[in-house]
Nanobody, 124 residues
Framework: QVQVTESGGGSVQAGGSLTLSCTVS????????MGWFRQAPGKEREFVAA????????AYADDVKGRFTISRDSTKIMVYLQMNSLKPEDTAVYYC?????????????????WGQGTQVTVFS
């Protein structure tokens, strides 16, 4: 069974940076795209970024484009989300997820394994 685990959350001042990491174990997950989502208090879970199987293609939500970078290492074991120029509105629980397929999906329904989430708090 595939298990997804995030790490790297924390508190940071606006304008600062954080890097989230995601590890996936079990199953044949290395053949799948991966994504990051976030959920702020009182809001629905929203797409943040995704990367395809080989890391050749990425996608970002409009409000993080140019500030966040998703990547995966050559072994495809680790997936990262580098977050720069953080804003208070980036405060949320961030979730890593395994896509059902190898291509990028922006919809949460396209993912079938989720981590428990890691809290990111940006204070002004």
């Amino acid at each position: 069974q595939v298990q997804v685990t995030e790490s790297g959350g924390g508190s940071v001042q606006a304008g600062g940076s954080l890097t989230l990491s995601c590890t996936v174990s079990g199953g044949t997950w290395k053949t799948y795209a991966m994504g990051w989502f976030r959920q702020a208090p009182g809001k629905e879970r929203e797409f943040v970024a995704a990367i395809d199987l080989n890391g050749d293609n990425t996608a970002y939500a409009d409000d993080v484009k140019g500030r966040f970078t998703i990547s995966r290492d050559s072994t495809k074991i680790m997936v990262y989300l580098q977050m720069n120029s953080l804003k208070p509105e980036d405060t949320a629980v961030y979730y890593c997820a395994k896509d059902r397929g190898s291509a990028i999906t922006r919809r949460a329904r396209g993912y079938d394994a989720w981590g428990q989430g890691t809290q990111v708090t940006v204070f002004s």
